[in-house]
């Protein structure tokens, strides 16, 4: 297992059961208890955990918040989504092969997409129905299905990415932090998205300026791992982190 991967696991079982031991994780992670000290350490240094002899607890803080369902999160800053999704699809070009995400911003995008020779790969049930009946040439991920998101995840859907080399990837993201990165609510789909930023030569991160100094409880990804495209930046500092493409402007 990969170290990023451990991190994503420990965090999980951290913030799920609140306090663990190294010797708990080192058993559930079939790794040594030394690497478990290591990673702890590397993690209460990212301030994602606290770290104490013996083991580690969840840093209880109000930056943390609760996942919306799909329905919920398709009614909120529609304007702005919109804006970011139609900057987005001129992007794609006819030759590119192009991974799209599931979210309602990226689905959003699909909408402005005119590059009918291009090829798409999704783990979005909404946005693989959208690109068929755009008469796309489109490939859909298996898996289990998240009711929340209507995302295909597990490690099914992951192998499958890696089997393929994205020319561009477009991904959704619930919180951006300076400190924290790119994260999400769910371990599953923080695997997804790494995953296709990892296999894609260039990735871009769709979230409208809400999502900004939030951080959810898995992290994917840094920021420098991606360039994002938002409506607008409450904060300059994140433009010494990556390339911010603000649309409005």
Same mark, same amino acid.
Do not use: W
């Given at each position: ?5 451990? %991190? ?12 663990? +031991? ?10 040594s208890?030394?690497t ?23 840093i ?5 918040f ?17 804006? @970011? =999704?139609?900057? =987005?699809?001129?992007? @794609? ?5 192009? %991974? ?5 911003? +990226? ?10 020779k ?8 909404v946005?693989?129905? *959208? ?15 998240r009711?929340t +998101?209507? =995302?295909?995840?597990?490690s099914?859907?992951? +192998?499958?990415?890696?089997r ?13 932090? @300076?400190k ?7 371990v ?24 900004? *100094?939030?951080?959810?409880s ?8 991606c ?23």
């Amino acid at each position: 297992m990969l170290s990023q991967e451990r %991190y994503i696991k420990i965090q999980e079982v951290v913030n799920k059961k609140g306090t663990v +031991t190294v010797a708990e994780l080192a058993k559930l992670l079939e790794t040594s208890e030394s690497t478990i000290r290591r990673d702890l350490t590397a993690l209460d240094e990212l301030g994602k955990i606290k770290k104490f002899f013996g083991g580690a607890t969840a840093i209880q803080t109000n930056q943390f918040f609760v996942e919306d369902t799909i329905r919920v999160k398709e009614t909120l800053m529609q304007e702005e989504k919109t804006a @970011i =999704a139609q900057y =987005a699809a001129t992007l @794609i070009s006819d030759d590119d092969f192009v %991974y799209i995400d599931a979210g309602t911003t +990226t689905a959003r995008m699909i909408d402005f997409i005119e590059n009918s020779k291009a090829t798409f790969v999704t783990n979005g049930i909404v946005h693989a129905r *959208k690109l068929i009946d755009k008469g796309f040439d489109t490939y859909m991920v298996g898996g289990k299905i998240r009711p929340t +998101t209507e =995302a295909i995840v597990g490690s099914e859907a992951v +192998t499958n990415i890696t089997r393929l080399n994205f020319s561009k990837a477009f991904i959704g993201a619930n919180g951006i932090d @300076i400190k924290a990165g790119y994260s999400t609510p769910d371990v599953d789909e923080a695997n997804i998205k790494k995953a296709a930023i990892s296999q894609s030569y260039m990735s871009f991160v769709l979230a409208d300026h809400s999502k900004f *100094k939030k951080v959810f409880s898995v992290t994917f990804d840094p920021l420098d791992q991606c360039c994002i495209i938002t409506d607008k930046l409450i904060d300059k500092a994140f433009n010494n982190e990556t390339i911010v493409k603000v649309v409005s402007d």
